[in-house]
């Protein structure tokens, strides 16, 4: 009698553990999201501590194409190294839409690196992050980084022959770890060739226009800047154009 009361308190744990474990799931799914053909394609590479700003302010000046007519908008999406939800160093959690450690991430037009925690330490040392940044980066038509987010681009060796730079007070540890670079200081940002680097913080939305303006013109840029009440003139924005 003890051993079918046993047996019987099994299958009563075991389907409350089914159950408990059903009920979290769909908690942690999410759709990939659906890329339109005709648009480009812009992935954004995030990680546990990635800044905000440097993430929300493109994202947002980026996603805000769609609502503009006549234009080739941008699909915009995030990849991570995981499904799981990614913590902000500020504390948001987000759930990426991709993960290139064990899925085939759509092929990627513009390629955003915002700043992380440990954009200069442990981050490097990522050697399968650092390989799929060299990877995309060298396939995308544009790469642009936000703050720290440099330090990134440069590991993979995408900045070698290109002018960048970073987040100001970095400038010098930037330098010294890469000495071979063209490093710019007391600029918002650079556009050598295909790349653009910023200085991050709230000058993000300032690249992230100047990108939307080299793509759209100056009335789509000027159209969206004014939808988040930003007053955009590039004439004003300290920058360097290489090439």
């Known amino acids: 009698m003890r051993i079918f009361l046993w047996i019987f308190l099994m299958i009563i744990l075991l389907g409350c553990q089914n159950k408990i474990e059903q009920e979290k799931g769909p908690k942690f799914m999410k759709e990939k999201p659906i890329l339109n053909p005709d648009h480009y394609n812009v992935g954004f590479l995030i990680m546990d501590g990635v800044f905000n700003t440097e993430l929300i302010a493109p994202y947002d000046i980026f996603q805000h194409t769609v609502f503009r007519e ?9 990849v991570a190294n995981t499904l799981s939800p990614i913590r902000t160093f500020e504390g948001l959690y987000i759930l990426p839409d991709y993960d290139y450690t064990n899925e085939t991430v759509p092929h990627i037009d513009i390629l955003v690196v915002p700043s992380a925690e440990h954009h200069l330490d442990s981050d490097l040392e990522n050697e399968q992050m650092i390989s799929w ?23 993979a060796g995408l900045l070698e022959n290109v002018a960048s730079t970073t987040f100001p007070s970095d400038i010098n540890k930037y330098k010294e770890m890469f000495p071979r670079l063209d490093v710019k200081s007391e600029v918002l940002f650079v556009h050598d060739g295909k790349y653009i680097t910023s200085a991050g913080g709230a000058k993000s939305f300032e690249a992230a226009l100047y990108l939307t303006e080299l793509l759209y013109g100056k009335e789509i840029a000027k159209s969206i800047s004014g939808g988040l009440v930003i007053d955009w003139n590039l004439e004003n924005v300290p920058h360097i154009k290489v090439n």
């Open 70 to 78: 006549g234009i080739k908008a941008m699909n915009t999406f995030t």
């Open 133 to 155: 940044v060299k990877k995309t980066g060298e396939a995308a038509t544009y790469v642009t980084s936000h703050c720290d987010g440099a330090f990134v681009l440069a590991k």
